[in-house]
């Protein structure tokens, strides 16, 4: 993960008072011999902060406190790294994320693995479902600009209008002041 921990007073990229990730950086691959180093980003719009739900950041939290006790994580460290205090190399955490969707019940047999990709996908497609518009979901995806979350997830924009537009007509139809989300 390309996060690191922080504390109220200083700049890393994980914020838990505030709820958010500020991604700064992003990390090269591990080679053999050559672990990942942070790097600059892409594009001036990946340079963003991802907002965190609560559970999300009571999880990272409990994590990090059981590291901290167990002497595998440091203050400031990444969220999840290795032994040494270094980030996790994408094969393992390929790997991590392919045996925590097994658990999970999400991963059927002959079905290609999940992959963080999966993931950053699913997490877009909540945002637009839970109503935010093009533009804060642009911001939080790091897309560069808006038409380009709204070209890949226009099917999704869809889905909501169509069916923000269907429980107005059935409130209209049965003459009910709107009562539901």
Do not use: W
């Amino acid at each position: 993960m390309t996060s690191r921990m922080s504390t109220p007073r200083n700049s890393r990229s994980v914020d838990f008072e505030t709820r958010e990730i500020h991604v700064r950086f992003q990390l090269s691959r591990a080679q053999r011999g050559k672990p990942a180093r942070r790097l600059a980003l892409k594009t001036a719009g990946s340079r963003r902060d991802v907002m965190m739900g609560e559970r999300l950041v009571a999880f990272l939290k409990a994590h990090r406190q059981q590291a901290l006790m167990k002497g595998q994580h440091r203050p400031g460290g990444y969220v999840f790294c290795t032994m040494a205090g270094g980030p996790f190399g994408r094969r393992y955490v390929a790997q991590a994320i392919t045996i925590a969707s097994q658990r999970a019940g999400l991963q059927p047999d002959g079905v290609q693995p999940l992959g963080a990709h999966d993931l950053r996908h699913t997490h877009i497609s909540h945002l637009i479902r839970a109503g935010a518009d093009v533009l804060t979901v642009s911001r939080q995806a790091g897309h560069s600009k808006p038409s380009i979350t709204f070209d890949r997830y226009s099917y999704e924009f869809a889905r909501l209008q169509s069916g923000e537009a269907l429980r107005e007509r059935l409130a209209t139809a049965f003459g009910l002041a709107r009562s539901f989300p």
